[in-house]
Structures are given as structure tokens and as C-alpha cells.
């Protein structure tokens, strides 16, 4: 297994444009988890699937953005009518409970910029 | 309030000197603490993950302490290299899969 998986790594777009994120989490994770980080900031969370149930989504989670898990393996999270506010990097995690101790293993994220 | 604060902000040291990062939280009830690097424009990657009854976790030259009567935590870098300048991020686990992160301390480490 190589960890967690995000792609793609860099997106460029135009103001207006929907663009789409994917996520491969570590295969025996059953929870999936999305996050938002500007710079200098810590990652704000966004969402989060148990399996292909999304269980929680933040009020950073504005109608534009969608997030899915439809197999409950990999996860799709898509922009539409991107704007500049919306250039960050999109963080994704896995995790699953062992023994007691929760452990979320992060993805090396996509970053977009909105032009 | 479930919080977790990071203190400093910033840090500049000197290549080969130790820096200590504190971590302070109000997660109830505690899971576990992980300390987190992450360079920049890249992902956080873990560094140490401590639970209730650990007080000390080493790896390599990074060594995590955890008072949990206290509700803080320390990350200590010895003998810095340039490659440790990041952002180093605490996040908190909450019993039932939450998750809490502070908002980061960033090292520089100048030669």
C-alpha cells in the first residue's frame, strides 16, 4: 500500500470553471476525510464519509462544492463556478480505529489556483 | 470549547540548535495527540502519536512529551537541520473520531 493517494497534485482554472479533485485512501480505511488549508493556516475540515455514507459536512461545505465516495473506496470532491476565495490546498485523510486510538494519515493534497 | 492552540507562531534558529513547540488543548474526552510536519506545498506527515498514558515518544531527533493532567503537549527538535524547516501541526483525537488541529508553528532553521 502507498499511503494516501491525491490527484491531481496541481490545478490551474479559470474563475467560473468546476474542477474535480480525487482521493485513493489507504485500502483498509474506511473513513475518508476532506480539508481545506490556506496559507499559513492549519487544515479547516470540510467533510467526512464512513464507508460511502457522508456522516458530516462543515458550513465551509458552501452548495458549490460536492463531495462523494460512492463504492466507499476512493472519493471525488468537486468545485463548480470556482472563485478566487476558493485557491487553497485540498487536503484528504484516511483513518480507521485501531485499539482505541484513532490514526489519519494525510494525502500530499491538491492544490488549486483560481485565476 | 474543543480547542488546541500552538505556541509560537514562528520560529527562527540557528542550524545544529534545539527549538521546544508547545501544544495546549481543551479536547474532552482525550484519544490521542499526534504531531504533525508538513513542508511546504506538501501534505502532513506524522511524526509522533501519543496516547493518555504515554509521557514521552521519541523519533529520531524529534521527541513528543505529553502532560495529560495539564492538557499540553511539547515537540523537542535536537541539533536542527536546514531540512527541518516546515510547519509543525498538533491535532488533537477526540473519543468518537474527531479531530481538532491547532494552527500550526512554522521553523525556519538558518545555516
Known amino acids: 500500500d502507498t499511503g494516501v493517494s491525491q490527484d491531481p497534485r496541481h490545478k490551474i482554472t479559470k474563475r467560473g470553471q468546476n474542477v474535480t479533485f480525487r482521493c485513493d485512501p489507504i485500502s483498509e480505511h474506511n473513513r475518508l476525510y476532506w480539508y481545506r488549508q490556506t496559507l499559513g493556516q492549519g487544515p479547516e475540515f470540510l467533510t467526512y464519509?464512513?464507508?460511502?455514507?457522508?456522516?458530516?459536512k462543515s458550513r465551509l461545505l458552501s452548495d458549490r462544492f460536492s463531495a462523494e465516495r460512492p463504492k466507499g473506496s476512493f472519493s471525488t470532491l468537486e468545485i463548480q463556478r470556482t472563485e478566487q476565495g476558493d485557491s487553497a490546498m485540498y487536503l484528504c485523510?484516511?483513518?480507521?480505529?485501531?485499539?482505541?486510538?484513532?490514526?489519519?494519515?494525510f494525502g500530499a493534497g491538491s492544490r488549486l489556483t483560481v485565476l | 470549547k474543543n480547542q488546541v492552540e500552538q505556541s509560537p507562531q514562528s520560529l527562527i534558529i540557528l542550524e545544529g540548535k534545539n527549538c521546544t513547540l508547545q501544544?495546549?488543548?481543551?479536547?474532552?474526552?482525550?484519544?490521542?495527540l499526534r504531531w504533525y510536519k508538513q513542508d511546504t506545498g506538501r501534505g502532513p506527515v506524522s511524526l509522533t502519536i501519543m496516547t493518555f498514558s504515554e509521557n514521552t515518544k521519541s523519533n529520531g531527533r524529534y521527541t513528543a512529551t505529553l502532560d495529560a493532567d495539564t492538557k499540553q503537549s511539547s515537540l523537542h527538535i535536537t541539533a536542527s537541520q536546514l531540512s527541518d524547516s516546515a510547519s509543525y501541526i498538533c491535532?488533537?483525537?477526540?473519543?468518537?473520531?474527531?479531530?481538532?488541529f491547532g494552527t500550526g508553528t512554522s521553523l525556519t532553521v538558518i545555516p
Open positions: 464519509f464512513q464507508n460511502e455514507a457522508q456522516l458530516e
Open positions: 485523510a484516511s483513518s480507521t480505529h485501531l485499539a482505541g486510538a484513532n490514526v489519519l494519515t
Open positions: 491535532v488533537v483525537s477526540r473519543t468518537g473520531n474527531q479531530f481538532y
Open positions: 501544544c495546549n488543548y481543551t479536547v474532552s474526552p482525550f484519544s490521542n
